[in-house]
T-cell receptor, first 115, second 114 residues
Framework: EAGVAQSPRYKIIEKRQSVAFWCNPI?????LYWYQQILGQGPKLLIQ????????DSQLPKDRFSAERLKGVDSTLKIQPAKLEDSAVYLC?????????????FGSGTRLTVV | TQLLEQSPQFLSIQEGENLTVYCNSS?????LQWYRQEPGEGPVLLVT?????EVKKLKRLTFQFGDARKDSSLHITAAQPGDTGLYLC??????????????FGKGTKLSVKP
């Protein structure tokens, strides 16, 4: 099966600019996650979708970050305006079941550099 | 705050050596997963452990979940250069958080030299 697709792979922007990332999960996977991975750290959850509804966005900096998953398939994550500390890899993951022990399939990520 | 502490943070060994990576927490987890991440790629799931005391083997890799489901270890026998990468443990909190959410440790960066 095709994996989780993310684009772009790399993005360099100046602070205060806007940026958007796109994710297409594995076909049929109802649950979609966006994670932020800062260099030298493990991934940190930003938002979880179940179909097109938000399950958990408690760690999403809502003053500058937004995400949507229209039609319950692909998703976009936006940052507006970007700050230097937003430099990180943004990982999208999907899962076809939610329950104890079901793992994720991750995309390759988008590496964002804010200068 | 639920945290997963991984140790060591960095590990550089010669091909053929054995190694153990640890993942510890004061919190109880419903499940614990191990991922391996290579540079420029997303993490790839290696194994999920669910039952306290559970041991799973994947070729030269042995994973163990602590009896109290607060900690886990990954043991690699006769490491090979292809094992090089960032090893991440991730736990699904038993209490708090949404179902399916994972908390990740900071990872152990393993380098196996030929």
């Amino acid at each position: 099966e095709a994996g989780v697709a993310q684009s772009p792979r790399y993005k360099i922007i100046e602070k205060r600019q806007s940026v958007a990332f796109w994710c297409n999960p594995i076909s049929g996977h109802a649950t979609l996650y966006w994670y932020q991975q800062i260099l030298g750290q493990g991934p940190k959850l930003l938002i979880q979708f179940q179909n097109n509804g938000v399950v958990d966005d408690s760690q999403l900096p809502k003053d500058r970050f937004s995400a949507e998953r229209l039609k319950g398939v692909d998703s976009t994550l936006k940052i507006q305006p970007a700050k230097l500390e937003d430099s990180a890899v943004y990982l999208c993951a999907s899962s076809n079941l939610v329950g104890v022990g079901y793992g994720y399939t991750f995309g390759s990520g988008t590496r964002l550099t804010v200068v | 705050t639920q945290l997963l502490e991984q140790s060591p943070q960095f590990l550089s060994i010669q091909e053929g050596e054995n190694l153990t990576v640890y993942c510890n927490s004061s919190s109880v987890f419903s499940s614990l997963q191990w991922y391996r991440q290579e540079p420029g790629e997303g993490p790839v799931l290696l194994v999920t452990v669910v039952t306290g005391g559970e041991v799973k083997k994947l070729k030269r890799l042995t994973f163990q979940f602590g009896d109290a489901r607060k900690d886990s270890s990954l043991h690699i026998t006769a490491a090979q250069p292809g094992d090089t990468g960032l090893y991440l443990c991730a736990g699904e909190p038993r209490f708090g958080g949404s179902q399916g959410n994972l908390i990740f440790g900071k990872g152990t960066k393993l380098s196996v030299k030929p």
